[in-house]
Protein backbone atom coordinates (compact mmCIF):
# COMPACT_ATOMS: atom_id res chain seq x y z
CA UNK A 1 0.00 0.00 0.00
CA UNK A 2 0.82 3.71 -0.87
CA UNK A 3 1.84 5.65 2.17
CA UNK A 4 1.32 9.23 2.94
CA UNK A 5 2.96 11.55 5.22
CA UNK A 6 1.80 15.25 6.41
CA UNK A 7 2.01 17.19 9.75
CA UNK A 8 0.84 19.87 11.18
CA UNK A 9 3.09 22.11 13.32
CA UNK A 10 1.40 23.13 16.77
CA UNK A 11 2.30 26.92 16.88
CA UNK A 12 -1.01 28.30 17.07
CA UNK A 13 -4.49 27.58 17.04
CA UNK A 14 -5.89 25.24 13.96
CA UNK A 15 -7.08 27.90 11.00
CA UNK A 16 -9.68 27.02 8.88
CA UNK A 17 -6.60 27.49 6.02
CA UNK A 18 -5.26 24.44 7.87
CA UNK A 19 -8.69 22.22 7.57
CA UNK A 20 -9.14 23.17 3.97
CA UNK A 21 -5.90 23.27 2.77
CA UNK A 22 -4.43 20.04 4.21
CA UNK A 23 -6.71 18.01 6.89
CA UNK A 24 -9.71 17.69 4.98
CA UNK A 25 -8.04 16.14 2.47
CA UNK A 26 -6.13 14.02 4.78
CA UNK A 27 -9.78 12.28 5.45
CA UNK A 28 -10.60 11.70 1.82
CA UNK A 29 -7.54 9.96 1.34
CA UNK A 30 -6.80 8.18 4.12
CA UNK A 31 -9.09 5.61 2.73
CA UNK A 32 -6.37 4.65 -0.04
CA UNK A 33 -2.94 4.89 1.85
CA UNK A 34 -1.10 4.03 4.85
CA UNK A 35 -1.40 7.14 6.36
CA UNK A 36 1.32 8.61 8.96
CA UNK A 37 0.02 12.24 10.23
CA UNK A 38 2.19 13.85 12.59
CA UNK A 39 2.55 17.05 15.18
CA UNK A 40 5.59 18.66 14.00
CA UNK A 41 6.46 20.28 17.07
CA UNK A 42 9.93 20.50 16.58
CA UNK A 43 9.18 22.78 13.58
CA UNK A 44 7.53 24.60 15.82
CA UNK A 45 10.03 25.67 17.87
CA UNK A 46 11.28 27.30 15.44
CA UNK A 47 9.98 30.59 16.31
CA UNK A 48 10.34 30.98 20.55
CA UNK A 49 6.91 29.20 22.06
CA UNK A 50 5.56 29.48 25.40
CA UNK A 51 6.40 25.81 26.48
CA UNK A 52 3.20 24.85 28.13
CA UNK A 53 1.49 26.85 25.59
CA UNK A 54 3.05 23.92 23.12
CA UNK A 55 2.32 20.93 25.40
CA UNK A 56 -1.17 21.70 25.14
CA UNK A 57 -1.24 22.44 21.28
CA UNK A 58 0.41 19.28 20.74
CA UNK A 59 -2.87 17.80 21.71
CA UNK A 60 -4.91 19.81 20.57
CA UNK A 61 -3.68 19.42 16.83
CA UNK A 62 -3.77 15.38 18.01
CA UNK A 63 -7.82 15.91 19.32
CA UNK A 64 -8.69 18.02 16.12
CA UNK A 65 -6.99 15.63 13.62
CA UNK A 66 -9.22 13.16 14.98
CA UNK A 67 -12.53 15.44 15.31
CA UNK A 68 -12.08 16.27 11.80
CA UNK A 69 -12.54 12.59 10.52
CA UNK A 70 -8.82 11.12 10.54
CA UNK A 71 -9.81 7.64 11.61
CA UNK A 72 -7.29 6.39 14.02
CA UNK A 73 -8.27 2.94 13.47
CA UNK A 74 -7.15 3.70 10.09
CA UNK A 75 -4.03 6.09 10.22
CA UNK A 76 -1.49 6.38 12.73
CA UNK A 77 -1.17 9.42 14.61
CA UNK A 78 2.42 10.64 16.64
CA UNK A 79 4.15 13.70 18.04
CA UNK A 80 7.69 14.37 15.78
CA UNK A 81 9.81 14.80 18.76
CA UNK A 82 9.01 11.50 20.19
CA UNK A 83 10.27 9.85 17.16
CA UNK A 84 14.57 10.72 17.43
CA UNK A 85 15.17 9.22 14.14
CA UNK A 86 13.10 12.81 12.72
CA UNK A 87 16.42 15.29 14.22
CA UNK A 88 19.03 11.95 13.20
CA UNK A 89 18.14 12.23 9.58
CA UNK A 90 17.80 15.42 9.78
CA UNK A 91 21.17 16.38 10.43
CA UNK A 92 22.40 14.11 7.82
CA UNK A 93 20.46 15.20 5.34
CA UNK A 94 21.62 18.96 6.31
CA UNK A 95 25.24 17.51 5.15
CA UNK A 96 23.63 16.92 2.09
CA UNK A 97 22.01 20.35 1.44
CA UNK A 98 23.56 23.02 -0.29
CA UNK A 99 23.46 26.83 1.24
CA UNK A 100 22.22 27.91 -1.93
CA UNK A 101 19.09 25.87 -2.10
CA UNK A 102 17.92 26.92 1.07
CA UNK A 103 18.44 30.36 0.58
CA UNK A 104 15.58 29.89 -2.41
CA UNK A 105 13.27 29.27 -0.27
CA UNK A 106 10.55 31.62 0.00
CA UNK A 107 9.16 31.25 3.11
CA UNK A 108 12.56 31.80 5.06
CA UNK A 109 12.96 34.64 2.55
CA UNK A 110 9.82 36.60 3.32
CA UNK A 111 10.26 36.10 7.19
CA UNK A 112 13.92 36.96 6.86
CA UNK A 113 12.76 40.34 4.81
CA UNK A 114 9.91 41.07 7.26
CA UNK A 115 11.91 40.31 10.61
CA UNK A 116 16.04 40.73 9.01
CA UNK A 117 18.28 37.65 9.94
CA UNK A 118 19.63 38.53 13.11
CA UNK A 119 16.49 37.56 15.51
CA UNK A 120 15.99 33.96 13.48
CA UNK A 121 17.13 30.77 14.04
CA UNK A 122 19.17 28.46 12.16
CA UNK A 123 16.73 25.87 12.67
CA UNK A 124 14.09 28.52 10.76
CA UNK A 125 16.64 28.42 8.13
CA UNK A 126 17.34 24.38 8.16
CA UNK A 127 13.15 24.17 8.49
CA UNK A 128 12.80 22.60 5.40
CA UNK A 129 15.36 19.87 5.87
CA UNK A 130 13.32 18.75 8.79
CA UNK A 131 10.53 18.34 6.53
CA UNK A 132 12.15 16.24 4.25
CA UNK A 133 13.65 14.05 7.18
CA UNK A 134 9.93 13.90 8.10
CA UNK A 135 8.63 12.83 4.97
CA UNK A 136 12.03 10.43 3.79
CA UNK A 137 12.20 8.31 6.70
CA UNK A 138 8.67 7.21 5.98
CA UNK A 139 9.45 6.87 2.25
CA UNK A 140 5.85 8.33 1.72
CA UNK A 141 4.67 8.39 -1.65
CA UNK A 142 2.32 11.12 -1.35
CA UNK A 143 2.14 14.58 0.74
CA UNK A 144 -0.74 16.39 0.89
CA UNK A 145 -0.05 20.25 2.23
CA UNK A 146 -1.67 23.36 1.08
CA UNK A 147 0.80 25.60 -1.51
CA UNK A 148 2.75 27.53 0.91
CA UNK A 149 4.61 24.07 1.29
CA UNK A 150 4.89 23.38 -2.16
CA UNK A 151 8.77 24.10 -2.45
CA UNK A 152 9.36 22.26 0.60
CA UNK A 153 8.37 19.15 -1.05
CA UNK A 154 10.42 20.04 -4.04
CA UNK A 155 13.76 20.29 -1.91
CA UNK A 156 12.64 17.15 -0.29
CA UNK A 157 12.55 15.27 -3.60
CA UNK A 158 16.00 16.87 -4.85
CA UNK A 159 17.70 15.73 -1.54
CA UNK A 160 16.11 12.02 -1.76
CA UNK A 161 17.21 12.34 -5.19
CA UNK A 162 20.74 13.50 -4.66
CA UNK A 163 21.44 10.97 -1.70
CA UNK A 164 19.71 8.00 -3.70
CA UNK A 165 22.24 8.91 -6.83
CA UNK A 166 25.05 9.00 -4.43
CA UNK A 167 24.28 6.31 -2.16
CA UNK A 168 22.16 3.89 -4.09
CA UNK A 169 18.42 3.57 -3.73
CA UNK A 170 17.73 4.63 -0.37
CA UNK A 171 14.44 6.91 -0.73
CA UNK A 172 11.62 7.04 -1.97
CA UNK A 173 10.88 10.33 -4.30
CA UNK A 174 7.80 11.41 -3.08
CA UNK A 175 5.08 13.52 -4.99
CA UNK A 176 3.28 16.43 -3.47
CA UNK A 177 -0.23 16.24 -3.00
CA UNK A 178 -2.03 19.93 -3.45
CA UNK A 179 -5.46 20.54 -4.00
CA UNK A 180 -7.21 22.09 -6.88
CA UNK A 181 -9.24 24.80 -4.92
CA UNK A 182 -8.52 25.58 -1.53
CA UNK A 183 -5.01 25.22 -1.35
CA UNK A 184 -3.99 28.66 -0.15
CA UNK A 185 -7.29 30.19 2.25
CA UNK A 186 -6.68 34.14 2.29
CA UNK A 187 -7.01 36.39 5.09
CA UNK A 188 -10.80 37.49 5.56
CA UNK A 189 -9.72 41.26 5.93
CA UNK A 190 -6.67 41.10 3.59
CA UNK A 191 -7.00 38.79 1.03
CA UNK A 192 -3.99 39.12 -0.53
CA UNK A 193 -2.19 37.35 1.88
CA UNK A 194 -2.33 33.89 3.49
CA UNK A 195 -5.01 33.15 6.06
CA UNK A 196 -2.80 32.02 8.88
CA UNK A 197 -2.02 31.63 12.51
CA UNK A 198 0.28 34.65 13.57
CA UNK A 199 -1.82 37.40 11.61
CA UNK A 200 -4.61 39.07 12.54
CA UNK A 201 -7.71 38.08 14.50
CA UNK A 202 -10.71 39.07 12.55
CA UNK A 203 -9.09 37.71 9.41
CA UNK A 204 -8.72 34.16 10.47
CA UNK A 205 -10.95 31.69 11.18
CA UNK A 206 -10.20 29.47 13.79
CA UNK A 207 -11.74 25.90 14.08
CA UNK A 208 -12.38 26.36 17.80
CA UNK A 209 -13.78 29.75 17.17
CA UNK A 210 -17.59 30.18 18.57
CA UNK A 211 -20.31 29.96 16.14
CA UNK A 212 -20.65 33.75 16.46
CA UNK A 213 -17.67 34.58 15.81
CA UNK A 214 -17.28 32.69 12.97
CA UNK A 215 -20.48 34.27 11.79
CA UNK A 216 -19.03 37.57 12.51
CA UNK A 217 -15.86 36.99 11.02
CA UNK A 218 -17.67 35.82 7.44
CA UNK A 219 -19.93 38.67 7.56
CA UNK A 220 -17.28 41.72 8.08
CA UNK A 221 -15.10 39.81 5.50
CA UNK A 222 -13.30 42.26 3.16
CA UNK A 223 -14.83 42.38 -0.57
CA UNK A 224 -14.77 44.89 -2.76
CA UNK A 225 -17.17 47.84 -4.61
CA UNK A 226 -18.82 45.57 -7.25
CA UNK A 227 -22.25 43.87 -6.89
CA UNK A 228 -22.18 40.57 -8.41
CA UNK A 229 -20.89 37.49 -7.13
CA UNK A 230 -18.06 35.96 -9.69
CA UNK A 231 -14.60 34.04 -9.72
CA UNK A 232 -12.09 36.73 -10.47
CA UNK A 233 -8.98 35.53 -7.64
CA UNK A 234 -6.88 38.63 -9.10
CA UNK A 235 -9.60 41.55 -9.89
CA UNK A 236 -12.12 39.95 -6.93
CA UNK A 237 -9.89 38.46 -4.16
CA UNK A 238 -12.04 38.61 -1.37
CA UNK A 239 -15.26 36.89 -3.33
CA UNK A 240 -13.01 34.57 -4.65
CA UNK A 241 -11.57 33.74 -1.58
CA UNK A 242 -15.38 33.29 -0.25
CA UNK A 243 -16.73 31.33 -3.22
CA UNK A 244 -13.76 28.66 -3.02
CA UNK A 245 -14.40 27.80 0.90
CA UNK A 246 -18.39 27.74 -0.06
CA UNK A 247 -17.34 25.09 -2.48
CA UNK A 248 -15.14 23.09 -0.01
CA UNK A 249 -17.62 22.92 2.79
CA UNK A 250 -20.44 21.88 0.61
CA UNK A 251 -18.21 19.88 -2.11
CA UNK A 252 -19.55 22.03 -4.86
CA UNK A 253 -17.51 23.18 -7.60
CA UNK A 254 -16.77 26.80 -8.35
CA UNK A 255 -19.23 26.91 -11.00
CA UNK A 256 -21.73 26.07 -8.71
CA UNK A 257 -21.34 27.87 -6.25
CA UNK A 258 -21.31 31.03 -8.95
CA UNK A 259 -24.94 29.77 -10.29
CA UNK A 260 -25.92 29.41 -7.20
CA UNK A 261 -25.52 32.89 -6.02
CA UNK A 262 -25.61 34.73 -9.59
CA UNK A 263 -28.94 36.73 -8.43
CA UNK A 264 -28.08 37.04 -4.87
CA UNK A 265 -25.54 40.34 -2.84
CA UNK A 266 -23.05 40.09 -1.17
CA UNK A 267 -24.69 40.02 2.42
CA UNK A 268 -27.22 37.21 1.36
CA UNK A 269 -23.88 34.95 0.33
CA UNK A 270 -22.17 35.17 3.39
CA UNK A 271 -25.18 34.65 5.40
CA UNK A 272 -24.95 30.94 3.00
CA UNK A 273 -21.69 30.52 3.97
CA UNK A 274 -21.50 31.32 7.56
CA UNK A 275 -24.29 28.91 7.67
CA UNK A 276 -22.88 26.25 5.84
CA UNK A 277 -19.65 26.90 7.83
CA UNK A 278 -21.23 26.75 11.23
CA UNK A 279 -23.24 23.32 10.14
CA UNK A 280 -19.62 21.86 9.33
CA UNK A 281 -17.33 22.91 11.85
CA UNK A 282 -19.74 22.34 15.11
CA UNK A 283 -19.56 18.87 15.46
CA UNK A 284 -15.91 19.21 14.98
CA UNK A 285 -16.19 21.03 17.86
CA UNK A 286 -18.64 18.65 19.86
CA UNK A 287 -16.03 15.49 18.87
CA UNK A 288 -12.98 17.72 19.86
CA UNK A 289 -14.18 18.42 23.31
CA UNK A 290 -14.90 14.52 23.68
CA UNK A 291 -11.68 13.73 22.62
CA UNK A 292 -9.00 16.11 24.25
CA UNK A 293 -8.85 14.95 27.92
CA UNK A 294 -9.42 11.56 26.82
CA UNK A 295 -7.80 8.57 28.05
CA UNK A 296 -8.28 7.29 24.02
CA UNK A 297 -6.17 10.26 22.94
CA UNK A 298 -2.74 9.03 24.93
CA UNK A 299 -3.46 5.72 23.75
CA UNK A 300 -3.47 6.62 19.95
CA UNK A 301 -0.68 8.49 20.10
CA UNK A 302 1.13 5.84 22.40
CA UNK A 303 0.40 3.38 19.30
CA UNK A 304 1.33 6.27 16.53
CA UNK A 305 4.49 6.60 18.19
CA UNK A 306 5.17 3.07 18.38
CA UNK A 307 4.41 2.27 14.56
CA UNK A 308 6.46 5.29 13.80
CA UNK A 309 9.32 4.63 15.31
CA UNK A 310 9.68 0.80 14.18
CA UNK A 311 9.31 2.15 10.30
CA UNK A 312 11.73 4.91 11.24
CA UNK A 313 14.52 3.20 13.35
CA UNK A 314 15.16 0.66 10.57
CA UNK A 315 15.10 3.18 7.90
CA UNK A 316 17.93 5.52 10.04
CA UNK A 317 19.79 2.10 9.89
CA UNK A 318 20.32 2.00 6.45
CA UNK A 319 20.53 5.16 6.18
CA UNK A 320 23.37 5.30 8.60
CA UNK A 321 25.00 2.39 6.73
CA UNK A 322 25.42 3.95 3.33
CA UNK A 323 26.92 7.16 4.60
CA UNK A 324 29.17 5.20 7.21
CA UNK A 325 28.14 6.15 10.58
CA UNK A 326 28.82 4.37 13.27
CA UNK A 327 30.55 0.77 13.75
CA UNK A 328 28.23 -1.77 12.59
P1 LIG B 1 1.02 24.81 9.34
O1 LIG B 1 -0.06 25.32 10.19
O2 LIG B 1 1.90 25.90 8.80
O3 LIG B 1 1.78 23.70 10.00
O4 LIG B 1 0.32 24.18 8.07
C1 LIG B 1 -0.28 22.91 8.07
C2 LIG B 1 -0.89 22.62 6.73
O5 LIG B 1 -1.95 23.53 6.44
C3 LIG B 1 0.11 22.74 5.57
O6 LIG B 1 -0.14 21.70 4.64
C4 LIG B 1 -0.21 24.08 4.98
O7 LIG B 1 0.12 24.16 3.61
C5 LIG B 1 -1.72 24.15 5.18
N1 LIG B 1 -2.19 25.54 5.26
C6 LIG B 1 -1.84 26.46 6.20
N2 LIG B 1 -2.45 27.65 5.94
C7 LIG B 1 -3.20 27.47 4.82
C8 LIG B 1 -4.06 28.31 4.07
N3 LIG B 1 -4.29 29.58 4.41
N4 LIG B 1 -4.67 27.79 2.98
C9 LIG B 1 -4.47 26.51 2.62
N5 LIG B 1 -3.66 25.65 3.29
C10 LIG B 1 -3.03 26.12 4.39
N1 LIG C 1 6.16 22.65 7.18
C1 LIG C 1 4.80 22.21 7.21
C2 LIG C 1 3.90 23.44 7.41
O1 LIG C 1 4.28 24.43 7.93
C3 LIG C 1 4.54 21.23 8.30
C4 LIG C 1 5.32 19.97 8.08
C5 LIG C 1 6.43 19.56 8.75
C6 LIG C 1 5.03 18.98 7.09
N2 LIG C 1 6.85 18.34 8.27
C7 LIG C 1 6.03 17.98 7.25
C8 LIG C 1 4.06 18.85 6.12
C9 LIG C 1 6.07 16.86 6.41
C10 LIG C 1 4.09 17.72 5.30
C11 LIG C 1 5.09 16.74 5.43
O2 LIG C 1 2.80 23.40 7.05
Sequence with gaps: MKRIFSGVKPSGDLTLG?????????????????????????????????????????KDIAALYIACGID????????????????????????????????????????AQKLGTDGLSSGLYTYPVLMAADILLYDADLVPVGEDQKQHVEITRDIAIRFNNRYGETFVVPEHFIPKVGARIMDLQEPTKKMSKSENDKGCILLLD????????IMS????????????????????????????????TIDEVVEEFKDANYGTFKKALADKLIERILPIQERFKDIRNSKELDDILDAGRDYAMHLATRKINKVMKKVGLGRH
Design 18 to 58: NYIGAISNFTKLQHDYDCLFCVVDLHAITVPQDRQELKKRV
Design 72 to 111: PNKTHIFVQSEVPSHTQLAWILECHTYIGELNRMTQFKDK
Design 210 to 217: EPSIIRKK
Design 221 to 252: AVTDSETQIYYDPQKKPGISNLISIYAIITNK
